[in-house]
């Protein structure tokens, strides 16, 4: 295992300290060690937006913390959900007498404990409301939607959440527009290559060499076909297909991009995938606006790119533009 | 070899394309295609900034193009020099009436092809100055500092020599600049990974498992020791004494820090690398004024990291903090 790590148990406190050290000027840690905060949270009056998830997703979760955008981070152990507490500590320090919306991953364990850290809100006298990210297309077909994943879609759902949070929504209005953002995303995932956590040593699953995973989860949570490995622009033209046949656009609708690598895949492929994902988008009628290309949402080491297609409208257009200050460019 | 790739001749040039789809907001190809332009590049009046490099470092070069940035770049084959015709294709992109300096490693063939370059772009009118990035200190002892090759440290030299002329500084001006800023800066990698040029099909070089290769350089070229893989504070402190060994800053010197991987290596780990780096650092009496993690300069999928430690001074500090649309966060 050819990987930087002190104690593997220790990976994400370890992970966490050297991530505060570098972002002190946008974020900081909270009384709970595993809550990661905004700078200038909470800010008073403001709808508070929140989420949380495992580790190994880095920058996924607390790389979004910051201004205009998460004001609060909970964060689990590597792969695992956070628990109920940290959910909890985090919609606190996110509140700033607005109430609260937590907008996470659709997975057992999260699911779980954000529902508690909700009542434990409650009795504190915070209004929380919630949005479930189900942007996984291949994780249950479309007339089980509700049994999706959340993946890499969750980032345009932070960010029109946040953005009508900074433009002074209500709690209602907020969690109102980050619905309507995830509702309008779809996302895939192809896996070259498996990860390993550090304190297992071997990889929790495997991708044979010559083969890849079409709609792997971000956990290696098996897809929809295992098959010889593709030339880069049929593997893009099959992830395009999946993506858009899910979501059926109108001709002329614009949207937002977002490929992204799964750890340890170079940018340059990622850029040839792009190539071809931004062809097949314009030949269905659709019109780019923005793209996104790089490691915005990883596992690990796993080899692999996800495709996440956000349709706009004329009120989420606006709100992905609005500038903000995380750890990553947004 | 499972990576996305169509003709692995052809990496280059479906990189670019995907490349250029996806940042068309803010940079353009040239009529040559080996050029990358930032959108509003010429600037009338502003000294242009050049670089160029070989391909598979991506993010590194073409994507530090953009505003209040590098001006035009000329991209090579993977981990080759790009053409003399593509820097002075470069050259006649940034020139703005001001001059151009062009800011580039310390490469065999990237000196020979600049020096052409300048030669023809002379011809043309053009004043051209230059400054080569040599911060790999383990590339060659201190007493032979105009061997040591360019790597990370260049990000630093762009950001500063771009800010110079952004601020309307002379072609005198903006050289001096990106030379103290490159001067000021240090650098280490370490491996723990080879990576594979998808044409040639197998690692060009090894590193065996349960080993990691310290000084190591963008393209595998030997460091000064290969030993067992330590725990990541161990190897993070070797890396500090490394690099400020070499360099004796004076206590109280506030500086950047940038660590970066390689390709494969999950952005967590480099927070744990930083944890220590940060601590290092400090406890040498010097002050982190800014940190960046992430994968700024890589080499495909080579699994490690380097570490930049850049001293500011009252000139360059503010030079850094200018504002810059590229496709990374600087």
Redesign the interface.
């Known amino acids: 295992m050819?990987?930087?790590?002190?104690n593997p148990d220790l990976?994400?406190e370890?992970?966490?300290?050297?991530?505060v050290?570098?972002?002190s000027?946008i974020l900081r840690i909270a009384e709970n060690p595993r809550v990661v905060v905004a700078k200038n949270a909470p800010v008073k009056g403001k709808v508070g937006i929140v989420t949380g998830g495992g580790?190994?997703h880095?920058?996924g979760f607390m790389?979004y913390t910051g201004k205009n955008m998460l004001d609060a981070v909970a964060v689990g152990e590597l792969f695992s959900s956070p628990t109920a507490k940290s959910f909890h500590d985090a919609i606190r320090a996110a509140d700033g007498g607005a109430g609260v919306v937590c907008l996470y991953g659709n997975y057992a364990g999260d699911n779980m404990n954000v529902k508690m850290a909700t009542k434990l809100a409650a009795k504190d006298g915070i209004d929380v409301a919630t949005v479930v990210a189900n942007d996984d297309v291949c994780s249950a077909p479309f007339s089980e939607r509700e049994k999706r994943r959340g993946v890499a879609g969750e980032i345009f759902m932070w960010k029109i959440g946040s953005a009508r949070a900074t433009q002074g929504g209500t709690l209602q209005e907020v969690q109102a527009a980050a619905q309507k953002a995830i509702d309008n995303c779809r996302s895939i995932g192809v896996g070259?290559?498996p990860?390993t956590l550090p304190a297992v040593g071997h990889p929790n699953f495997q991708?044979e060499?010559g083969t890849?995973e079409v709609g792997i989860g971000h956990h290696g949570e098996p897809g929809v076909r295992v098959e010889p490995?593709k030339?880069?622009?049929e593997?893009a033209k099959d992830m395009c297909k999946i993506v858009l046949d899910d979501h059926d656009l109108p001709e002329g609708t614009e949207v937002a991009v977002l490929?992204s690598g799964l750890?340890?895949?170079?940018?340059?492929?990622?850029?040839?995938?792009?190539?071809?994902?931004?062809s097949e988008i314009t030949k269905r009628g659709l019109v780019?606006y923005?793209?996104?290309?790089?490691?915005y949402f990883?596992s690990?080491?796993m080899?692999g790119?996800t495709l996440t297609v956000f349709a706009l409208d004329t009120e989420t257009k606006p709100l992905l533009d609005l500038d903000v200050a995380c750890?990553?460019?947004l």
């Open positions: 050819q990987r930087f790590v002190n990976v994400v370890d992970t966490l300290k050297g991530f050290k570098a972002h000027d580790s190994g880095e920058p790389g070259l290559g990860c991708i060499p890849m490995l030339r880069a622009e593997v490929v750890g340890a895949t170079p940018l340059n492929e990622l850029y040839i995938l792009n190539d071809t994902i931004e780019v923005k793209t996104y290309v790089g490691n990883t690990l080491e080899v790119a750890t990553i460019l």
